[in-house]
């Protein structure tokens, strides 16, 4: 949506998105999904994965698990 307006004589246009940010899912024909839901399913899988490869180094799982919590926690906080 494109807004004109004037301010200090000076013309000037306000561009705003009406629509939010969405991505087609490949695995699911026709359905849409905002960032957020993007995002959620990538830290799903890869969640998924880490526990996957670190299933013998505790360690590694660990850390790699809070990296994906922190990303979490800063998108629940983003929205």
């Known amino acids: 949506m494109i807004r004109s307006y004037e301010k200090n004589g000076v013309g000037c246009q306000l561009v705003t998105m009406t629509t939010p940010l969405s991505i087609k899912n490949p695995h699911v024909k026709d359905e849409v999904m905002d960032i957020h ?3 959620s399913l990538i830290l799903s899988h890869l969640k998924q ?3 996957e490869q670190s299933a013998t180094n505790k360690e590694t799982f660990q850390e790699k698990n809070m990296v994906c ?3 979490e926690k800063r998108m629940s906080m983003a929205r």
């Open 37 to 39: 839901q993007l995002i």
């Open 49 to 51: 994965y880490v526990q």
């Open 69 to 71: 919590l922190l990303v």
